[in-house]
């Protein structure tokens, strides 16, 4: 593959994972805009030979923690995503919205490596990378930040069941 | 069942490595035994990988967002920039003393080139001085102080008359231009005394292609068109009674030898 195509790639690849960061098409592009002018600025500091999708993924990574600490624009963004393309049903939208808001409530350091790995474009050795972290501190992030996830999601669902229950048993 | 905080952590790797299809085989009987006896072994199975599932599609509607312009720009500048700085690691890495050789052997004579010719490569494919040359004038951008005159594409015809006359010998313009590249400049850069025509085509593309004229002395050899990959660019060169070429784009080899034919016609 030639280094044009395999940056196209990436800048895909970069672009999803940036969606489901900002949860905002428009803010999603200033992302990885933004992504792509500081790796223009660094390519002197890539090493040829090496794998340049970790070392775009670090950047974009980098600026995103950037803006939250600059802007706090996370807390700002509105957290629906556009339609996603396999799975258009509503149920899946309420799904998805409450995994979103589940995913908001974990630790940054738990949040990204799922979004990583949930890209299914990187190996966990490459994630890890991405992030500068060891490949032992980024599974065990990813698994206590799955193990977390999956409990903020049942203690909702649990939640609204009881408040259902609760309705009914007093109509 | 097993989770970050219980006592074997690897059986939570392995679970993690089952959903995400990345558990080695030998180790698959032993999960999938694990899921079958542990009830919340399996719904953290089911809840991980349906996360995941849905994180996925919703990622990927970022591809039917609409192109971005900026983005696809900033996208071919950074390629340059990675291009050149490829090309850089591989003149100032172990290369550049094969490099470095050729240029001085070319000056030296040909006979002593194709000692060195004799060497390992580049690349695995050897080739003459004037493309190691050609090489140095592709950064001419950035080792200016090669070069003695730039034109610009408005001065193309200055240029020529001009570098024929350094070179002593009839210059002709490459015309690329009915392969739809725009000329952008033409500049003489001197490699050791030896003075080398470089031209700098792109097309609306934003591909680069830059083509070297540098003159033949009379004991060196007569090169038929040749093509090698360097990286992820292609190089194709040949020499003339009086002259060596060289060209240099990115591209198959379709797109090397359909460029050569252009310069050469």
Known sequence: MSLKSELHTHVASLRRYALVLTRDTVAADDLVQETLVKAIAKADTFQPGTDLRPWLFRILHNTHISDLRRAKTRADAAADLPEPIARECQHTQLELKQVLGALDQLPEAQRVPIILIALREMSYAEAARSLDVPLGTFMSRLARGREALRRIVQGVASGKLKLMQRKEGGA | ?265
């Open chain 2, 1 to 265: 069942m097993t989770t970050a905080n219980n006592s074997d952590p690897t059986l939570d790797i392995d679970l993690m490595a089952y959903v995400d299809g990345t558990l080695p085989p030998e180790k698959m009987a032993e999960v999938e035994a694990r899921l079958a006896r542990d009830a919340e072994a399996r719904d953290a199975v089911a809840h991980w990988r349906h996360f995941d599932n849905l994180i996925h599609d919703a990622a990927r509607a970022a591809d039917t967002q609409p192109a971005n312009l900026r983005i696809e720009a900033l996208e071919r500048q950074l390629a340059q920039k990675l291009q050149r700085r490829r090309w850089r690691a591989m003149l100032l890495g172990p290369g550049l003393r094969q490099i470095a050789a050729s240029v001085v052997l070319f000056a030296a004579g040909w006979g002593a080139h194709a000692l060195y010719d004799r060497g390992p490569s580049l690349t695995g494919a050897a080739y003459p001085g004037f493309v190691g040359q050609t090489l140095a004038g592709h950064y001419a951008y950035t080792h200016a102080a090669h070069q003695r005159a730039e034109f610009g594409a408005e001065d193309m015809d200055e240029a020529l008359v001009w570098l024929s006359d350094q070179m002593q010998q009839r210059i002709d313009s490459p015309a690329l231009e009915r392969l739809g590249y725009q000329a952008e400049s033409a500049r003489l850069i001197m490699v050791d005394e030896t003075p080398v025509a470089v031209f700098y085509y792109r097309n609306p593309e934003g591909e680069q292609v830059t083509v070297s004229i540098t003159p033949r002395g009379a004991a060196e050899p007569d090169y038929t068109l040749r093509a090698v990959r360097v990286q992820d660019d292609r190089l194709a060169y040949w020499s003339s009674d009086r002259l060596h070429y060289t060209v240099v784009a990115s591209g198959t080899n379709a797109t090397i030898t359909t460029l050569a034919a252009a310069v050469q016609r």
